[in-house]
């Protein structure tokens, strides 16, 4: 599932439009729908989406042993 895919489920499972998640994290809806697109999210941009929504964001590699960086 693609980041854009995961915002689309975090949004209707928190009962918001992708339009007014943009405008919680302060942008404009258009950009953020060009974002969507392009999959231009940057790390900061998932954290600030996640603290909007009252849900965590964590990022981390995990080896093929099942280790974590």
Excluded: H, W, Y
Aim: net charge positive.
């Amino acid at each position: 599932m693609t980041i854009s895919e995961q915002i689309k489920v975090l949004c209707v499972r928190n009962n918001i439009s992708v339009s007014e998640l943009a405008r919680r994290i302060g942008t404009s809806p258009q950009n953020f729908n060009a974002k969507l697109k392009r999959e231009t999210f940057t790390i900061s941009d998932l954290e600030q989406i996640a603290s909007v929504t009252g849900c965590s964001f964590e990022r981390k590699f995990v080896l093929s042993n099942g280790e974590s960086i």
